[in-house]
């Protein structure tokens, strides 16, 4: 199982989180323009999906270019001790998910961020373009969300710009599925399941500070490289 796998699962099992995020948004989009046909709708919130995750990815992208730079400083061998206690921080963050520990949980983490966002949204929902959609999804890519904080994190400690724009590429394919079947998920989705899968995710989470540690440890050679399977 690699980093780009967990992201993935991260993001799927993390769908009831996204959903409190992010349902309010695409209900208001919805209700806003309550006569477009379904095909067409489809295709307005993949751009909307389409724009957030890019947004996610070039996050990702510039998170690990900016430890991938770092490292080639003389301060590598005390980033390596950096990564390795924010993976621990992700390890922590991620258990405190899985366990219902809110007070250090990824929830902690999220914050409003809706200052300033209501006028895209509204300009969106107004044009009913895909353009305008997708405009949408990037600037809301960047809503506070401790669920991408904490997968950031992990992408930031793996010193490649590329593996980091591939963790959160990853991740955002995951939150896919749901987000975009929100109409039929919604109905489905009790509070009991939303919490199981919050909490699943937590342990994913919690799997990719553990897969970083590990990374970490074997570049700084204080454990051998060893092969899952």
């Known amino acids: 199982m690699t980093e780009l796998g967990l992201s993935f699962l991260a993001g799927l099992a993390g769908s009831g989180h996204c959903l409190g995020m992010c349902g309010g948004i695409l209900a208001a989009l919805a209700v806003a323009n309550p006569a477009v046909a379904a095909g067409q709708r489809f295709r307005l919130n993949l751009s909307y999906h389409v724009g957030r995750i890019i947004t996610y990815t070039l996050l990702g992208l510039l998170a690990g270019a900016v430890s991938q730079a770092a490292l080639f400083t003389s301060l590598r061998s005390h980033l390596y001790w950096l990564f390795a206690a924010a993976n621990c921080l992700v390890i922590i963050i991620g258990l405190a998910t899985a366990f219902g520990l809110r007070r250090f949980s990824l929830a902690a983490l ?5 200052v300033g966002m209501s006028g895209i949204l509204g300009r969106a929902a107004g044009q009913a373009t895909a353009r305008a959609f997708l405009l949408a999804g990037l600037v809301m890519g960047l809503l506070p969300c401790g669920l991408i904080y904490g997968v950031l994190i992990s992408a930031a400690t793996g010193g490649s710009w590329l593996r980091g724009g591939g963790m959160l590429l990853a991740f955002g394919l995951g939150t896919l599925p749901a987000l975009l079947a929100y109409g039929q998920v919604a109905t489905a989705l009790g509070a009991i399941a939303t919490t199981l899968f919050l909490r699943i995710m937590g342990l994913f989470v919690a799997l990719l500070g553990v897969w970083g540690l590990l990374a970490t440890l074997i570049r700084m050679e204080l454990i051998q490289p060893f092969h899952i399977w």
């Open 110 to 114: 999220d914050g409003v961020g809706w």
